[in-house]
């Protein structure tokens, strides 16, 4: 049996605790929804072995990160090598509270949850976990747009962050954005159907390469996952995810604009990007541009995938991007 294999049928076996909560966030009536795995047994974990997941723009965290996939997901993988892992559906994603907004039509409103008000989302949770814990710090985990959020909290907070994963970040654009939201004006928020998911997972996949990338009912599992995340949106014909669009403004303003919305040479912590080949979402040229520009962060580490696309966690090179990043959350207790 290979590493792999090894290191995945040692995860199914573990015997790992679930806890689930809804962190009271900063601002009056949100709740965060926040899931926690870790081994049973043990009192307490360091900071080095406590993790928080943050996710992207469309999707909550806790149908990715925590999806079941031949038994096993990615919090089941760092729980098993003895970490206490969480993640968290920022407001209006998932579990969470969805703003009032979104029980109108999306023209009613102009684009909600933006990059600062989904960053005190964040701040609550940390602190949340952090009391809880009775720790200093903790490692942040963020994938596309919940890599800005963690790597602009660690920019104002780097005292609360042991290290720092970005997974397919968001840098300047030198390609159009791939969130569709439609004609007209821009609204509270965006609908996104099973099928265009389907579509934008494929698109940077050459057409020989579809057959064998995403494994026979994977991306059931993860849409049958997310869309139960929405039952409003379930109710629609066809039915629907509904995302804010606070991230597409802050898209526009900033990434499409040249401008970043963080200053990367304040991160100071060790720092790993990791990024796949067939990404069209964040495509590669985000992160070789954004690497070099992480001057202060020590132990920093860029790792390429070679077949993989934005969604290359649920697919069938998963477990590298699991052991790329357990390898670096590793040294953390080692250094």
Known sequence: MNSVLAAGEVARSANLMTEETMVPGLDPGIEIYVRNKRP?????????????????????AHAIFDLRLDGLSWM???ASRGYDVFLMDVRGYGRSTRPKEMAEPPGANPPIVRGETALRDVSAVVDYVLKHRGLPRLALIGWSWGTVLTATFTTRHPQLVERLVLHAPVWIRKTPSMIKTGPGPLGAYRTVTREQARERWYAGVAEEKKAGLIPPGYFEAWADATWASDPEGAKQNPPVIRAPNGVVLDGLEFWSAGKSYYDPAKITVPTMIVHAAWDPDTPPYMAKSLFPLLVNAPDKRLVTLDEG???????????EVFEVVQDFLDAGGKS
Do not use: Q, W
Not at 40 to 60: C, E, I
């Open 40 to 60: 049973a047994g043990p009192d307490g974990f360091a900071a080095a072995r406590t993790a928080l997941f943050v996710h992207g723009a469309t999707y909550p």
């Open 309 to 319: 696309t934005h969604h290359v966690m649920m697919e069938k090179n998963r477990f």
């Open 76 to 78: 089941d993988y760092i």
